[in-house]
């Protein structure tokens, strides 16, 4: 066998491994205000999400874009964000964690990291595994 076909055989089984974690996203609304570490400020965030994709809106920065579910470890879920709308306003590319917060039904702690920046808080809503 080639190296190539070796490689080619190499992201072959890589695609079929993954795909199911793929489809492990979240499906659910969530909201909730978030604070910004540096400059510290505090606004809203409101999510969709539906399995491997999803929507996210900062209402009072006047932004918002696409989500793409990245992986999960089974305990927190992993978003990457692409900012569509305002993109003069808000911080393109950052990574957002997901985790049932411990004490309260229908919250998940949400932390956003991008560019330096680190934005913590919780959302409400009742998000439940997706498998789309």
């Known amino acids: 066998m080639s190296y190539r076909e070796i490689l ?8 079929i491994a993954t795909g199911p974690t793929d489809a492990a996203g979240l499906g659910g609304t969530l909201q909730g205000s978030v604070t ?7 606004y809203e965030v409101e999510m969709e999400l539906h399995g491997n994709r999803g ?3 900062y209402p009072s920065l006047g ?6 579910f990245v992986r999960s470890d089974g305990k927190a879920y992993w978003y990457r964000e692409t900012i ?3 993109k003069e306003k808000c911080i393109n590319g950052g990574s ?9 039904k229908n919250a998940w702690n949400w932390r956003w990291q991008g560019s ?3 934005v913590r808080g919780v959302l409400h ?7 789309r």
């Open 8 to 15: 080619a055989l190499f992201a072959f089984i890589s695609a």
């Open 36 to 42: 910004q570490d540096a400059p510290r400020s505090t």
């Open 55 to 57: 929507s996210v809106n």
């Open 63 to 68: 932004c918002g874009g696409r989500l793409k």
């Open 84 to 86: 569509t709308a305002g």
């Open 96 to 104: 957002t964690r997901m985790s049932r917060h411990p004490t309260e």
């Open 116 to 118: 330096g920046v680190t």
């Open 125 to 131: 809503g009742a998000a439940v595994p997706d498998s």
